[in-house]
Antibody, heavy 124, light 107 residues
Framework: QITLKESGPTLVKPTQTLTLTCAFS??????????VAWIRQPPGKALECLAL???????RYSPSLKSRLTITKDISKNQVVLTMTNMDPVDTATYYC????????????????WGQGTLVTVSS | DIQLTQSPSTLSASVGDRVTITCRAS??????LAWYQQKPGKAPKLLIY???TLQSGVPSRFSGSASGTEFTLTISSLQPDDFATYSC?????????FGQGTKVEVK
């Protein structure tokens, strides 16, 4: 049974760096084709995929946010961590981590398991 | 960037209705499209991937189709549990975009 759960601060100040952790179970990030993504959703708005890390440590980022994002994995802890620098009120959103479907090539990513999400508010 | 445009933004329907939601891509994406259902305060749930493949455990009243750059999600007979927001997602080579969502509400 695959599960994912996000954790991190609920409130950050503008210009601060956000660090979110995704703790998962039911799969391993050492297994070929496995990947975990971070996806966010501002209140009342569309979903936006931020970053994805693969089993082989390949990392892909949203082009518009690439300069602010870093995604890493900790195999021993079964965790994926996302850092986002220079936070702004427009970054207020629910942040999800999600497991990519493994029965497609690495370049083709839809998401079959999601965490419950964590709301991050950016305000001074 | 590949843009996805969903229509309508809101759809009012009754239990038992046949419901169709459209997602149009700004360029050709083959069949690299998924549909998700999302309820308030909950994470999205994958319904369909590769434009027409039903995710395991999803009821067969949900179906997807593709024609060029236009994709359709159909609910053959709307059930009470189906009132939710539906979003499409394209996933061509290492890119991902979601549509803005279609809310299916009670008529």
């Amino acid at each position: 049974q695959i599960t994912l759960k996000e954790s991190g601060p609920t409130l950050v100040k503008p210009t601060q760096t956000l660090t979110l952790t995704c703790a998962f179970s039911g799969f391993s990030l050492t297994t070929p084709a496995v990947g975990v993504a971070w996806i966010r959703q501002p209140p009342g708005k569309a979903l936006e995929c931020l970053a994805l890390i693969y089993w082989n440590d390949d990392k892909r980022y949203s082009p518009s946010l690439k300069s602010r994002l870093t995604i890493t994995k900790d195999i021993s802890k079964n965790q994926v961590v996302l850092t986002m620098t220079n936070m702004d009120p427009v970054d207020t959103a629910t942040y999800y981590c999600a497991h990519r479907r493994v029965d497609s090539g690495d370049a083709y990513n839809s998401f079959d398991y999601w965490g419950q999400g964590t709301l991050v508010t950016v305000s001074s | 960037d590949i843009q996805l445009t969903q229509s309508p933004s809101t759809l009012s329907a009754s239990v038992g209705d046949r419901v169709t939601i459209t997602c149009r891509a700004s360029q050709y994406i083959s069949t690299w499209l998924a549909w998700y259902q999302q309820k308030p305060g909950k994470a999205p749930k994958l319904l369909i991937y590769d434009a027409s493949t039903l995710q395991s455990g999803v009821p067969s009243r949900f179906s997807g189709s593709a024609s060029g750059t236009e994709f359709t999600l159909t609910i053959s007979s709307l059930q009470p549990d189906d009132f939710a927001t539906y979003s499409c997602q394209q996933y061509t080579s290492y890119t991902w975009t979601f549509g803005q969502g279609t809310k299916v509400e009670v008529k």
